[in-house]
């Protein structure tokens, strides 16, 4: 754990930025992770206890969202050479996959067999959304086609995250559902919140990229936290 934590600040610190934030950063990291395995640890649980092919889809679909793009952060920073554009759209990939598991798990499988035939559309839509979720990369391009590429992996995965999320929403307006409400909020916090994030402050604002980490690491977390408070106490 101390050589990760060092290898991160080394990564980190030639993003520019004061000690403090790059240490807050590297904490926020760590905690994101940290209850982002407890997300995947709850969702499972839940799955082995109903044996739902539902709920396994939308566990699939969380630990994709939440877990795995943290981790392959982590991975890809400090044990391999992968590219900041790489890092980027590996783990919006990710989060792109486990949207789409999760429209799986409301078109693809609950819906009744007899109804397939009005569910055709919808099930295609699911797909393109696998087809083609945040994070940005813990060191920032200065290739500007680079940026832009990351721009657009993250622009994307906001978008998709906008659509689940608004379907949870309604399932909350339907039936007042708070965890419902919860998981939208979460989907919100962990795919277009950061895209506008990143997008505002390195376009708009002066922000150093160790900042900006730090603003997108912090809506992160609110999304990870949104998700647990969801499966727990909503």
Same mark, same amino acid.
């Given at each position: *754990?101390?050589?990760?934590?060092?290898?991160?600040?080394?990564?980190?610190?030639?993003?520019?930025?004061?000690?403090?934030?790059?240490?807050?950063?590297?904490?926020?990291?760590?905690?994101?992770?940290?209850?982002?395995?407890?997300?995947?640890?709850?969702?499972?649980?839940?799955?082995?206890?109903?044996? /739902?092919?539902?709920?396994?889809?939308?566990?699939?679909?969380?630990?994709?969202?939440?877990?795995?793009?943290? *981790?392959?952060? =982590?991975? =890809?920073?400090?044990?391999?050479?992968?590219?900041?554009?790489?890092?980027?759209?590996?783990?919006?990939?990710?989060?792109?996959?486990?949207?789409?598991?999760?429209? %799986?798990?409301?078109?693809?499988?609950?819906?009744?067999?007899?109804?397939?035939?009005?569910?055709?559309?919808?099930?295609?839509?699911?797909?393109?959304?696998?087809?083609? =979720?945040?994070?940005?990369?813990?060191?920032?391009?200065?290739?500007? /086609?680079?940026?832009?590429?990351?721009?657009?992996?993250?622009?994307?995965? #906001?978008?998709?995250?906008?659509?689940?999320?608004?379907?949870?929403?309604?399932? %909350?307006?339907?039936? #007042?559902?708070?965890?419902?409400?919860?998981?939208?909020?979460?989907?919100?916090? =962990?795919?277009?919140?950061?895209?506008?994030?990143?997008?505002?402050?390195?376009v708009v604002t002066g922000a150093t990229d160790a900042e900006i980490l730090l603003s997108i690491i912090v809506a992160n977390l609110g999304g990870v936290v949104s998700i647990l408070y969801a499966l727990t106490r909503a």
């Open positions: *754990m101390i050589a990760t934590l060092q290898m991160l600040a080394e990564t980190t610190t030639t993003t520019g930025g004061s000690t403090l934030v790059i240490v807050l950063a590297l904490v926020g990291l760590l905690v994101t992770a940290g209850l982002s395995l407890a997300v995947a640890y709850l969702v499972i649980r839940g799955y082995r206890r109903n044996r /739902d092919r539902a709920r396994l889809w939308l566990a699939i679909g969380l630990i994709l969202l939440t877990t795995a793009p943290i *981790m392959l952060q =982590l991975v =890809l920073t400090n044990l391999t050479e992968v590219s900041a554009v790489g890092r980027s759209a590996a783990a919006n990939a990710s989060k792109l996959l486990g949207l789409g598991a999760m429209l %799986y798990a409301i078109y693809g499988v609950t819906r009744p067999r007899k109804t397939s035939e009005t569910n055709g559309p919808r099930n295609e839509s699911s797909g393109a959304e696998k087809a083609v =979720l945040p994070f940005v990369p813990l060191a920032a391009t200065t290739n500007t /086609d680079a940026g832009n590429l990351t721009f657009v992996f993250a622009g994307i995965t #906001g978008v998709a995250g906008l659509f689940v999320a608004s379907l949870a929403y309604r399932g %909350y307006r339907r039936n #007042g559902s708070r965890p419902m409400l919860y998981l939208a909020l979460g989907i919100v916090l =962990l795919t277009a919140v950061p895209a506008v994030v990143n997008f505002l402050l390195t």
